[in-house]
């Protein structure tokens, strides 16, 4: 399928091929007919794309200081990587779009119809592509009536509704809207629309007249001056009731104006990227309120309520972005005596094949231009492909692994993260043995993008195109975590090694599920618990096999925030940060005593804000030795963040962030490693997988192990659960 891509490394912007997107549950296939361009937050987006690094930096300071501090606690080499990676990643175009339902995901069965017309909404979702996948949330039906290329403007009607809402105008009331281009027009209308009388003020007397043609009672030329007198001769004296500014500027003029403008207690409302310096003594003097409106209404931002379905309910929260945007596609039906009328809006239309020329006119204006419209033609032939604990089973497996031998890796890859792009792909290309044959991503614009970079064969949106794929016998998932077990086992059923990023599985069913293929599969499994592979760990294990008696193992883990609503907190999605990274230290325990987990006894620190990130783990193993993982979110970054310290046989070990390691014995103290260059296993890790499959098998790691370590880590969720030691 042809979609907008534009790279934010240098800004170049095209009409690419990209791989069809595939419906996921909860999620609704859309054919496109036709999408907005939103000339202010789009032109914005590609004049930041084109900037210089250094230019970037100057305009997003707080991205600045978050690659600073990565560099300090990663090194330049890696950060680097990182920055180049995550500007490789193409960014898609568009966000209001409307077309016709191709299919309806999983839980959606009834609720949206194969044909059915509908607005979509959503950056990075309801892109300028003739396929997009949108979650329910930000979608709404269209009346039959509404032809598609006026549909397409109901997100950024939504987010002028939300403004309106957010200002809370009265029946009569003045309001006074700052800024007259696409949000401010639909602004001026649903105003006029809710009682209240508007008045345009803007620089550009075209907007002007379009915006007194479209209801306003007053349109007021800023350039004139005399804005406050007129206003007060409009208002008899009082002043605006409210003021929304929808203006795009860096100045802080609107602002002031606002203030010179409203009445006592007034109500400002900013919906625009503007300028945020408000003159403090007139805002005080007058006792204004300034707000702030959201996007397209409540729920936008939250993962819970637009990713996993997650309702609000109406008695507390009746106008969500669902609604919002439902609402604003209803009041575009030409049945309505009393309508939102955006044909006028339109000034130009573009085929999608001439986007370049559509975003050209945007961002240089050459021409006046105000709706600009891009349309699709015919049906697109991607289209039709897109569509209590229970007891742990035994993993004893069966000795035979991946064959046959001699065919090579051909590596089929499924997800392409920050993650698998700044560390795991980069290190695959290199590797002698390996073919990369297909990348998949839930973005096809993302594989295409990850193909070309890494030299992939194909690339898809499906993951089928890796999985039923007899030219592949090897597969690397890197996706989010839910998806880890069922793609493992998919992979092993159909006879593929897998090297799956960890964790395994999210409960014991999940991990059950992995030991039943793998039970029934000539291929084996590896799980991304890279550290076991880091030459300093190899180095303390191989010394601690040679001490006599048990061993104790400390290992320290300063791990830094997370944001509360990130996805590796939601359990049903991530499973939490023991799941997703203290399996890590159990594992790395677990290989360097080199006995099986008898036990685990976990405690957890006082929860700020509903959530504790700070967790110590007590692993006793069967030959008696202990090991303690302490898990903490509460330091800072700049400090190390891993320390390993082992005592067996009157000898002491430490590693240090996988940069150095001191060992202390017979009285002497000796160093080894570099404070400059870390090595954390990621390349022995996938190099042991690479030749593993080459060669027909086994699997570098006692698979049995693995799951050993995988029902240790969802041991620790159940020790804080029952507050108890669990036993293995």
Aim: aromatic residues 6%; charged residues 25%; proline residues 4%.
């Amino acid at each position: 399928m042809k979609q907008v891509i534009q790279s934010p490394r240098t800004g170049k912007l095209a009409v690419r091929e990209v791989p069809a997107p595939k419906v996921t549950a909860g999620h609704v296939l859309v054919r496109t007919r036709a999408s907005l361009i939103s000339a202010g937050t789009e032109r914005m987006s590609v004049e930041f794309a084109r900037k210089s690094l250094a230019g970037k930096a100057k305009a997003r300071p707080d991205l600045a200081r978050q690659v600073l501090a990565k560099a300090r606690r990663d090194g330049l080499r890696a950060t680097w990587n990182a920055v180049l990676a995550r500007l490789d990643e193409p960014m898609p175009l568009g966000y209001s779009a409307a077309g016709e339902v191709v299919a309806a995901g999983a839980g959606l069965e009834g609720v949206f119809r194969v044909g059915e017309r509908v607005a979509v909404a959503g950056a990075g979702l309801a892109n300028h592509a003739e396929l997009n996948v949108v979650p329910r949330a930000l979608v709404a039906p269209v009346p039959d009536d509404v032809p598609d290329e006026e549909a397409c403007f109901a997100t950024l009607a939504a987010i002028s509704l939300h403004a309106v809402r957010t200002l809370g105008p009265g029946l009569g009331d003045v309001v006074a809207v700052l800024g007259v281009g696409l949000v401010g027009q639909l602004a001026v209308q649903l105003l006029t629309l809710s009682g209240a009388r508007a008045v345009a003020l803007d620089y550009n007397p075209g907007r002007l007249d379009l915006a007194r043609r479209m209801g306003a009672q007053a349109a007021l030329d800023l350039a004139d001056g005399g804005v406050a007198e007129a206003v007060s001769a409009l208002t008899a004296g009082v002043g605006c009731d409210g003021i929304l500014i929808a203006a795009a500027t860096d100045s802080s003029e609107p602002l002031a104006t606002a203030a010179a403008i409203a009445r006592d207690r007034a109500r400002v409302c900013m919906v625009g990227d503007t300028g945020t310096a408000f003159p403090r003594r007139e805002f005080m003097q007058k006792e204004l309120n300034l707000v702030v409106s959201r996007s397209y209404g409540p729920g936008r931002y939250d993962e819970d309520f637009e990713g996993r379905g997650v309702k609000y309910p109406a008695g507390f929260v009746r106008w969500t972005e669902t609604e919002n945007l439902a609402e604003c596609v209803r009041l575009m039906s030409p049945a309505l005596a009393r309508r939102l009328d955006v044909a006028p809006l339109i000034t130009h239309r573009f085929p999608l094949d001439e986007a370049e020329a559509a975003y050209a006119m945007v961002t240089g204006a050459s021409e006046p231009h105000l709706g600009v419209v891009l349309t699709y033609g015919g049906d697109s032939a991607d289209a039709a492909d897109a569509g209590a604990p229970a007891g742990a089973r035994d993993p004893s497996f069966p000795a035979t692994a991946a064959g046959p031998a001699g065919k090579g890796c051909v590596l089929g890859v499924i997800g392409a993260g920050n993650f698998a792009r700044t560390v795991l792909l980069p290190e695959l290309k290199k590797l002698a043995g390996v073919r990369l044959h297909t990348v998949v991503t839930r973005r096809g614009a993302s594989a295409e993008k990850t193909r070309q970079t890494f030299g992939f064969a194909h690339a898809g949106a499906d993951e089928a195109a890796v999985l039923e794929n007899p030219d592949i016998n090897a597969v690397l998932i890197a996706t989010r975590h839910d998806s880890h077990a069922e793609l493992t086992a998919r992979a092993l059923e159909a006879d593929k090694a897998v090297l799956v990023e960890k964790p395994l599985g999210l409960d014991r069913q999940q991990i059950n599920r992995v030991i039943e293929a793998r039970n029934g599969s000539a291929a084996f499994f590896q799980v991304g618990f890279n550290r076991r592979f880091a030459p300093l760990a190899v180095t303390v294990r191989d010394r601690l096999r040679g001490t006599a008696g048990p061993r104790f193992v400390l290992l320290r883990v300063n791990a830094g925030s997370m944001a509360a609503d990130h996805w590796v907190r939601a359990s049903d999605e991530g499973g939490g940060r023991i799941l997703g990274e203290v399996c890590h230290f159990v594992d790395l325990a677990r290989f360097l005593i080199g006995a099986p987990i008898a036990s685990v006894l976990a405690d957890t620190g006082e929860a700020t804000g509903g959530i504790s990130d700070d967790v110590t783990v007590t692993l006793r193993f069967a030959d008696g030795s202990l090991a303690t993982v302490a898990y903490t979110a509460l330091g800072d970054m700049a400090f190390g963040k891993e320390r390993i310290e082992a005592y067996a046989g009157g000898a002491v070990f430490t590693i240090d962030d996988f940069r150095t390691l001191v060992v202390a014995e017979d009285g002497r103290v000796a160093s080894h490693g570099s404070r400059r260059r870390q090595d954390k296993g990621f390349t022995g890790a996938l190099k042991a997988f690479v030749g593993a499959v080459a060669a027909g098998g086994p699997a570098p790691v006692d698979e049995a192990e693995v799951v050993e370590t995988s029902f240790a880590t969802i041991a620790v969720l159940e020790s804080l659960r029952a507050g108890t030691r669990i036993d293995l």
